[in-house]
T-cell receptor, first 114, second 112 residues
């Protein structure tokens, strides 16, 4: 079992560009959440996808959007990148009917905005 | 406004001794508290949790204590081992997993 995988590992973009990050959940998991972890801070909840729909959303602007595919994999899109978007982006998946203690995290994608 | 606070950015402990990591929260609606451990280049991994109806939960070397009146929880690791060296995040959520919030983390170093 590969666990939660994320691609790419690292990414460098410039201000104003758009970026797409990808996540494949652990086998058997149907719910995917995305987090932003800025340097020296804890992960901040962006949103959660279940059955291809956004189920919950944190305090992030509309520039942050996502998608979940029928195979449960997910994408995080960020438009009009700002310097402050530089962070580690974590994806977490959990099995059907589970609580947050059953979240499994991927290793993250490090995004640098210049 | 930080709803979950970990006021010690770092902690060093001798191998074999007790490590105590602290966490404070401000939102009285939080119902479930979790601790995660994170090694470099890896995602956080779940360690232990506690429901607000309990004041203690134990799992092997790890014990979490919750003081609801003080809005404070702590993670005790006994005995500490060098492999425990990592960043520890405290997290909290509402009853149905809503408003899931992480603290900023405490870097624990266990010295041999």
């Amino acid at each position: 079992d590969a666990g939660v995988t994320q691609s790419p590992t690292h990414l460098i973009k410039t201000r104003g560009q758009q970026v797409t990050l990808r996540c494949s959940p652990k086998s058997g998991h149907d719910t995917v959440s995305w987090y932003q972890q800025a340097l020296g801070q804890g992960p901040q909840f962006i949103f959660q996808y279940y059955e291809e729909e956004e189920r919950q959303r944190g305090n992030f602007p509309d520039r942050f959007s996502g998608h979940q595919f029928p195979n449960y994999s997910s994408e995080l899109n960020v438009n009009a990148l700002l310097l402050g978007d530089s962070a580690l982006y974590l994806c977490a998946s959990q099995p059907p009917g589970s609580a947050y203690n059953e979240q499994f995290f991927g290793p993250g994608t490090r995004l640098t905005v210049l | 406004d930080q709803q979950v606070k970990q006021n010690s950015p770092s902690l060093s402990v001798q191998e074999g001794r007790i490590s105590i990591l602290n966490c404070d929260y401000t939102n009285s609606m939080f119902d479930y508290f979790l601790w995660y451990k994170k090694y470099p280049a890896e995602g956080p991994t779940f360690l232990i949790s506690i429901s607000s109806i309990k004041d203690k939960n134990e799992d092997g070397r790890f014990t979490v204590f919750l003081n609801k009146s003080a809005k404070h929880l702590s993670l005790h690791i006994v005995p500490s081992q060098p492999g425990d060296s990592a960043v520890y995040f405290c997290a909290a959520s509402g009853n149905y997993g809503q408003n899931f919030v992480f603290g900023p983390g405490t870097r624990l170093s266990v010295l041999p």
